[in-house]
């Protein structure tokens, strides 16, 4: 029997900030240079950042380099960069998530690519892990806008199976620079030490996340994992030489990297 070899999408959240900003050219650059690391990007449009021209440029960055293109909506919380929760009525939940992934899907069709995954940010994707309710109105939501979309979520959470219900295929996330608690969620940032910045500590959790299906909680547990993507914040300082790291760590182990993992079945 040929056993398939162990692969795994790298994603990255990028596109967060705006076209008009000062320090748009900075911003961008510093997505790019991220984004040789990745096979796959989640663009902010326009919930905790991002407005069409730079959803315009992240959907010709991942043309011009192949990778695949995600929309990453948000609570509309752009003061708290979307990481604060707010109490939103479920149609209202719905209706944000897909006017914001109908905003990048119109611009990426421009540009003649098509965006194959979502993946919800910050608050947003902390509460659809834990909440039914949440989570199945960004599945309505998705599917609403293509029920080809693959919903990205944490793995083994509510939103995985939400997504499931709502007929869409979904991809597990695993994180590569955050903790995990015993309950499989993740260490609020509130707390210390849920960022994880050491690229070698990294690299072999996430190795080991794709080897046995387990991550080390923070209380000391093992938490079941079943790992489709990684995630590699383009917000944590020193991002990007931690993603090459993390990269080349993975090629050493002989696991591939593959924006096939998010793409839509053909």
Avoid at 71 to 76: D, E, G, L, Q, V
Avoid at 120 to 134: I, K, M
Wanted: glycine content about 10%; overall charge neutral; aromatic content about 2%.
């Amino acid at each position: 029997m040929t056993v398939a070899p162990l692969a795994i999408d790298l994603n990255g959240d990028v596109g967060e900030w705006d076209s008009t900003a000062s320090d748009a050219a900075a911003r961008l650059q510093a997505d790019i240079d991220l984004a040789v690391s990745l096979s796959s990007l989640n663009v902010a449009c326009g919930g905790h950042a991002g407005d069409p021209g730079s959803m315009r440029t992240l959907a010709r960055l991942a043309k011009a380099r192949g990778l695949a293109l995600g929309a990453h909506p948000s609570f509309p919380d752009r003061s708290g960069f979307g990481r604060r929760t707010m109490t939103l009525e479920p149609a209202e939940i719905e209706r944000l998530v897909s006017e914001q992934v109908g905003a990048l899907v119109r611009i990426a069709g421009e540009e003649g690519i098509d965006v194959g995954h979502v993946k919800p940010h910050g608050a947003l994707y902390n509460l659809a892990a834990t909440d039914a309710t949440v989570a199945s109105c960004i599945a309505r939501a998705v599917a609403r806008v293509n029920a080809r979309l693959v919903l990205v979520a944490l793995s083994g959470s509510a939103a995985i199976d939400a997504g499931a219900r709502a007929g869409l295929a979904t991809a597990s996330e695993v994180f590569a620079d955050r903790t995990y608690e015993s309950d499989g969620t993740l260490t609020p940032r509130t707390l210390p030490g849920s960022l994880l910045t050491d690229p070698h500590a990294a690299a072999a959790r996430l190795v080991r996340m794709i080897r046995e299906g387990v991550v080390s909680s923070r209380q000391g547990t093992l938490v079941r994992v079943k790992p489709t993507t990684a995630c590699i914040h383009g917000d944590t300082p020193g991002s990007v030489d931690f993603a090459r790291r993390l990269r080349a760590a993975l090629g050493t182990a002989g696991i591939g990297v593959t924006g096939h993992c998010v793409a839509p079945l053909a």
